[in-house]
């Protein structure tokens, strides 16, 4: 499967300030997700947008969708410290039974 | 329960052994997945199983096998590994198959630390 880019691949912010993420696929997709990944256990699901929608919130988080460039951002505003983690981009592929492809994370550090 | 339960957490086996791992779901998910995830790098697909039926083995080695025996469990049956294969090994699960125009959330098991030596 193809992964698409995510940058910056790591971003280093202090707490308080916003954190933007971007992330690039290379197929057409009916929905992006947002995982958040901690220490290398378990990817927990951020927020969902589908392909007709070109922004969402929840919380402090806001994302932008662009098809037309194959493009996604994520916002995280008023960044905590408990914030520090990976965060990927993810979609599925195909037309039958399709697992996620998944960018490749940007890792972010919220320093105190 | 909204929990994708992987056991064991860590495991380190030798080169000549047979390990399983196990994932266990009660969401009445109807798919579950097999992802693995080397150190800085993003989840790759191994395995889909879609109502219990293999739907996607994404040209995985003979010596990972996986198992559905009922719609609530997953195993992965590991024989004769290589030090490469170690990894974290993340099941996840999702109520329907995931592609096409299905809008579907993955919930992510913890995963299992893989050790080969």
């Known amino acids: 499967s193809q992964q698409g880019e995510e940058d910056p691949q790591a971003l280093s912010i202090q707490e308080g300030e916003n954190a933007t993420m971007n992330c690039s696929y290379k197929?057409?997709?009916?929905?992006l997700q947002w995982y958040r990944q901690n220490s290398g256990r378990g990817l927990v699901h951020l927020i969902l947008?589908?392909?007709?929608?070109r922004e969402k919130h929840s919380g402090r988080l806001r994302v932008t969708l662009d098809t037309s460039k194959k493009s996604s951002s994520l916002l995280i505003t008023a960044s905590r410290a408990a914030d520090t983690a990976s965060y990927f981009c993810?979609?599925?592929?195909?037309?039958?039974?399709?697992?996620?492809?998944f960018g490749k994370g940007t890792h972010l550090i919220i320093q105190p | 329960d909204t929990e994708v339960t992987q056991t064991p957490k860590h495991l380190v086996m030798g080169m000549t052994n047979k390990k399983s791992l196990k994932c266990e779901q009660h969401?009445?998910?109807?798919?579950m997945y097999w992802y693995k995830q080397k150190a800085k790098k993003p989840p790759e697909l191994m395995f889909v199983?879609?109502?219990?039926?293999?739907?996607i083995n994404e040209s995985v080695p003979s010596r990972f096998s996986p198992e559905c025996p009922n719609s609530s469990l997953l195993n992965l049956h590991l024989h004769a590994l290589q030090p490469e294969d170690s990894a974290l090994y993340l099941c996840?699960?999702?109520?329907?198959?995931?592609?096409?125009?299905?809008?579907?959330?993955?919930?992510f098991g913890q995963g299992t630390r893989l050790t080969v030596v």
């Open positions: 996840a699960s999702s109520l329907t198959p995931g592609g096409g125009e299905r809008v579907v959330e993955a919930f």
């Open positions: 197929t057409s997709i009916n929905n």
């Open positions: 947008i589908r392909s007709n929608e």
């Open positions: 993810a979609h599925y592929s195909g037309g039958g039974a399709d697992g996620l492809t």
């Open positions: 969401m009445g998910h109807r798919a």
């Open positions: 199983y879609s109502y219990e039926k293999l739907s």
